[in-house]
């Protein structure tokens, strides 16, 4: 098993920016895909963003250009740059993590999620 362990919410001010971090203690496992999802209180979990072990990246079309989201392979480290941040942002931002061998996912760990809030 895979545990994966958010870090860097808090409160920000509208406008603001906020860099939430994740690392993934992989074990004897191969960390594969990555990503940040989002869920405000009486929504659904939503992504918004991931990324692919060699770096490639995909975006909820509402948060391009001000988010981006980067990794560090060796450090099993993924993270999440939010600027332009807006009170709808707010959320428990949530970390994912596939694992399993060097050529097969065979499963996915969340971490526990960290709150963002942003407000005046």
């Known amino acids: 098993q895979v545990q994966v362990v958010e870090s860097g919410g808090g409160l920000v001010q509208p406008g603001g920016s906020l860099r939430l971090s994740c690392v993934a203690s992989?074990?004897?496992?191969?960390?594969?895909?990555m990503g940040w999802y989002r869920q405000a209180p009486g929504k659904q979990r939503e992504l918004v963003a991931d990324i692919t072990s060699d770096g490639s990246t995909n975006y909820a079309d509402s948060l391009k250009g001000r988010f981006t989201i980067s990794r560090d392979n060796a450090k099993n480290t993924v993270y999440l740059q939010m600027n332009s941040l807006k009170p709808e942002d707010t959320a428990v931002y949530y970390c994912?993590?596939?694992?399993?061998?060097?050529?097969?996912?065979?499963?996915?760990?969340w971490g526990q999620g960290t709150q963002v809030t942003v407000s005046s």
């Open positions: 994912k993590a596939d694992y399993g061998s060097s050529y097969r996912i065979r499963g996915s760990s």
């Open positions: 992989r074990n004897t496992f191969t960390i594969h895909d």
